[in-house]
């Protein structure tokens, strides 16, 4: 069988010629790879293609070669199909209640109503309906990634206490983040002496390739298995405890060679390369804000043109003079009516972000207009602010965080190795 590489090449040149012969044979769809009982069309690789190829521009990335290119991308739909079969045989689907609400979402961050944003991708020459399905394929895959692995990943108090401790002590090292660059040469999971050697061989030939003064991120996205391949093998800013532990260990043989590697686990052979460290904070300080308030909750009784004026009588009240405390006792539905509306200091972080917002722009003294959150309607009276070093419980909800984060990427690898091992792919290039 001719290279895979070589394959793509023959089959996009069609893509890329002008010629009216070839444009006619490539207008005709044909199945390109079999995945279990699933397939990828022709057209379905050219519009992937033509959609990272735009993104990569954008992105100031150097193009590799169209043959590189396709090869990449349909491994990576292989594994995108291997997930949403099993997000089927896991019976999770996403309705299109649930699609319309991440879209509105999506919007909302954009600052568009949903019919402008509609527009907006229109114009971008992104259509709606595959970026729909896009989207239902990805809140699909997030669910079964929470079902089949964050849900199964165990962490204990004495792990959390252990590196907790390490980030007290040794707290500029252990919150340093780093930014690896990464390269996989694949195996499956027992593989044969001859694909070992193989495999071997590539990734030698890698790195005498680099250490000839090639560009990292560029030899990833040409030659690298890894997940992240198409954005040049990068793995963004983690701390040494986020890393996979093969190559947290290697941070400190990083800090004096440029790359690291060959590198042997379950998954295959890895290349490593240090791009960038940066340090973190080493104490952590939170703004904690002591308010008052009086909420009217939500009811099927009262209407909000009701609720609204009874409100804003009573803010009128407040201004005028009228004790906030004696009007929250009277008032409010809250269970901090009986204290006068005192909520005590409070983390923001504790807070719904509705509240947390208005009570941002509040000066000590003042009140807020009238707003909704989803307990009801609200009026906060600010009292006063104060910073408090929290570094103790901010560093044992980050080692819980760093650690959890390091099990669910070296989880993830495994499972997608496995998904990969046991699934019948067979590519169907041979008569380009």
């Given at each position: 069988?001719?290279?895979?590489?070589?394959?793509?090449?023959?089959?996009?040149?069609?893509?890329?010629?002008?010629?009216p012969?070839i444009?006619?044979?490539?207008?005709?769809?044909?199945?390109?790879?079999?995945?279990?009982?699933?397939?990828?069309?022709?057209?379905?690789?050219?519009?992937?293609?033509?959609?990272?190829?735009?993104?990569?521009?954008?992105?100031?990335?150097?193009?590799?070669?169209?043959?590189?290119?396709?090869?990449?991308?349909?491994?990576?739909?292989?594994?995108?199909?291997?997930?949403?079969?099993?997000?089927?045989r896991?019976?999770?689907?996403?309705?299109?209640?649930?699609?319309?609400?991440?879209?509105?979402?999506?919007?909302?961050?954009?600052?568009?109503?949903?019919?402008?944003?509609?527009?907006?991708?229109?114009?971008?020459?992104?259509?709606?309906?595959?970026?729909?399905?896009?989207?239902?394929?990805?809140?699909?895959?997030e669910?079964?990634?929470?079902?089949?692995?964050?849900?199964?990943?165990?962490?204990?108090?004495?792990?959390?206490?252990?590196?907790?401790?390490?980030?007290?002590?040794?707290?500029?090292?252990?919150?340093?983040?780093?930014?690896?660059g990464?390269?996989?040469?694949?195996?499956?999971?027992?593989?044969?002496?001859?694909?070992?050697?193989?495999?071997?061989?590539?990734?030698?030939?890698?790195?005498?390739?680099?250490?000839?003064?090639?560009?990292?991120?560029?030899?990833?996205?040409?030659?690298?298995?890894?997940a992240?391949?198409?954005?040049?093998?990068?793995?963004?800013w983690r701390?040494?405890?986020?890393?996979?532990?093969?190559?947290?260990?290697?941070?400190?043989?990083?800090?004096?060679?440029?790359?690291?590697?060959?590198?042997?686990?379950?998954?295959?052979?890895?290349?490593?390369?240090?791009?960038?460290?940066?340090?973190q904070?080493?104490t952590?300080?939170?703004t904690?804000?002591?308010?008052?308030?009086?909420?009217?909750?939500?009811?099927?009784?009262?209407?909000?043109?009701?609720i609204?004026?009874?409100?804003?009588?009573?803010?009128?009240?407040?201004?005028?003079?009228?004790?906030?405390?004696?009007?929250?006792?009277?008032?409010?539905?809250?269970?901090?009516?009986?204290?006068?509306?005192?909520?005590?200091?409070?983390?923001?972080?504790?807070?719904?972000?509705?509240?947390?917002?208005?009570?941002?722009?509040?000066?000590?003294?003042?009140?807020?207009?009238?707003f909704?959150?989803?307990?009801?309607?609200?009026?906060?009276?600010?009292?006063?602010?104060?910073?408090?070093?929290?570094?103790?419980?901010?560093?044992?909800?980050?080692?819980?965080?760093?650690?959890?984060?390091?099990?669910?990427?070296?989880a993830?690898?495994?499972?997608?190795?496995?998904?990969?091992?046991?699934?019948?792919?067979?590519?169907?290039?041979?008569?380009?």
């Amino acid at each position: 069988m001719k290279s895979l590489r070589l394959l793509f090449s023959l089959f996009l040149l069609g893509i890329l010629s002008n010629s009216p012969v070839i444009a006619q044979v490539t207008g005709v769809d044909r199945i390109l790879t079999l995945v279990n009982d699933d397939i990828i069309l022709k057209s379905e690789l050219e519009q992937e293609i033509s959609g990272i190829a735009k993104r990569l521009k954008s992105q100031g990335a150097k193009l590799p070669s169209i043959g590189v290119l396709a090869q990449q991308v349909l491994e990576k739909m292989i594994t995108e199909r291997l997930q949403s079969q099993a997000a089927t045989r896991a019976g999770i689907v996403i309705d299109e209640i649930t699609t319309d609400r991440a879209l509105q979402s999506i919007a909302k961050r954009n600052k568009l109503t949903l019919s402008e944003f509609r527009k907006a991708l229109t114009m971008q020459g992104v259509n709606y309906r595959s970026f729909r399905e896009n989207l239902k394929r990805e809140i699909a895959l997030e669910k079964l990634k929470i079902k089949k692995i964050e849900n199964k990943i165990n962490i204990t108090e004495s792990e959390v206490q252990h590196l907790a401790q390490q980030l007290a002590v040794d707290n500029a090292d252990t919150t340093r983040q780093y930014r690896l660059g990464h390269i996989l040469v694949p195996l499956p999971e027992a593989p044969a002496p001859q694909q070992i050697q193989a495999a071997k061989r590539k990734v030698d030939n890698l790195l005498q390739k680099l250490n000839s003064g090639a560009d990292f991120k560029q030899t990833a996205t040409e030659s690298s298995a890894g997940a992240l391949a198409l954005e040049g093998g990068v793995l963004e800013w983690r701390t040494r405890a986020e890393l996979p532990t093969l190559f947290a260990s290697q941070l400190d043989t990083l800090k004096k060679s440029p790359f690291v590697g060959p590198l042997r686990s379950a998954s295959g052979f890895h290349l490593l390369a240090l791009l960038e460290s940066r340090e973190q904070p080493q104490t952590h300080l939170v703004t904690l804000t002591h308010a008052r308030h009086i909420l009217i909750k939500n009811s099927e009784l009262v209407s909000e043109q009701e609720i609204k004026p009874r409100l804003g009588i009573i803010r009128e009240r407040a201004l005028s003079g009228e004790s906030f405390e004696e009007l929250a006792r009277s008032n409010s539905e809250d269970g901090s009516a009986k204290d006068g509306g005192d909520l005590g200091w409070q983390n923001p972080e504790d807070l719904v972000p509705e509240f947390v917002r208005e009570m941002d722009k509040l000066k000590p003294g003042e009140l807020s207009p009238i707003f909704k959150s989803r307990f009801g309607w609200h009026i906060i009276q600010m009292v006063e602010r104060k910073q408090e070093d929290n570094t103790e419980t901010y560093q044992l909800n980050q080692a819980r965080q760093m650690i959890r984060k390091r099990k669910i990427s070296e989880a993830t690898e495994t499972w997608l190795r496995r998904l990969r091992d046991d699934a019948y792919i067979e590519y169907r290039l041979d008569d380009l």
